[in-house]
């Protein structure tokens, strides 16, 4: 990997209080928090880890990493959040060139995660009903080096006809009207995952899977606690991330396991 920056590299730049995501070779980027505005032009042909002024103010450049991009994305829909979208990737089991299938794409965030653990060799499929969230998500993929992987279709999850997939997600309000393409897309062993807010979706979407040829149904959240690094006083912080979604997870087999009221 070049470790000098090239025209069209993502850059981060932290002043210790602040990081900013631009690309280099922009003419102008305006890097918020009253920090004004860099010549990005200025940014190609340093090495990474040097340092770039702005006025009285000194940036270190790096080379922003899957963390910092989900950091800095462009907000619109809610999105789901790193403590989340590490446990779904691990959850499915994804790896470079595996081909995922997701339903609703929000501002992007699992995509873009997605994308990251599948790799240059991988695919990802998005479905999204509404152009307006798909076009945001475009905007902020198009920060992924995989990109080019990436497909984003403007329709209903239900009518996927990607076969042979390895993992299929959503993130939609009915989730359960998805089982059944997720049962026509992922070949023998793949993996599912549905994210969803309430515990009347999850009891819904569990029962679904456990009748349509998925076994190993299992529902989870991910609670995160932060603490207060301080000399002579290291506590938790005073408040935490709670709850924010739950995971039902299963696996398609084409054989189906006991409902939840035997």
Not at 21 to 46: P, Q, S, V
Not at 119 to 125: A, D, E, H, K, Y
Not at 154 to 177: E, M, W
């Amino acid at each position: 990997m070049d470790d000098v920056v090239k025209d069209g590299d993502l850059v981060l730049l932290l002043d210790g209080a602040r990081e900013h995501l631009i690309r280099a070779g922009d003419r102008m980027a305006a890097l918020g928090g009253g920090a004004g505005a860099l010549n990005a032009k200025r940014l190609i042909g340093m090495s990474y880890g040097e340092l770039i002024g702005l006025g009285s103010r000194e940036f270190i450049v790096l080379r922003p990493d899957i963390r910092d991009v989900l950091g800095n994305l462009e907000r619109g829909p809610q999105i789901i959040i790193p403590k989340d979208i590490g446990s779904i990737v691990i959850e499915l089991g994804l790896t470079s060139g595996m081909t995922v299938v997701e339903g609703g794409a929000g501002s992007g965030s699992l995509t873009l995660a997605l994308l990251n653990a599948v790799g240059p060799s991988g695919r990802v499929v998005t479905y999204e009903l509404r152009e307006d969230h798909l076009e945001k998500a475009k905007r902020n993929v198009s920060m992924s080096p995989c990109r080019d992987r990436w497909e984003g279709r403007l329709g209903d999850i239900a009518g996927c006809d990607i076969k042979g997939a390895d993992a299929f997600v959503v993130d939609v309000p009915d989730p359960q009207d998805a089982v059944a393409a997720a049962s026509g897309s992922l070949r023998v062993g793949g993996r599912f995952c549905s994210y969803i807010p309430t515990v009347n979706q999850l009891e819904k979407i569990s029962e679904k899977l456990m009748g349509s040829g998925f076994i190993r149904v299992r529902a989870l959240e991910v609670l995160s606690r932060d603490y207060s690094l301080r000399k002579g006083a290291l506590r938790p912080q005073t408040e935490m991330l709670g709850h924010t979604g739950f995971m039902v997870h299963a696996r398609w087999v084409g054989r189906s396991q006991p409902s939840l009221d035997q």
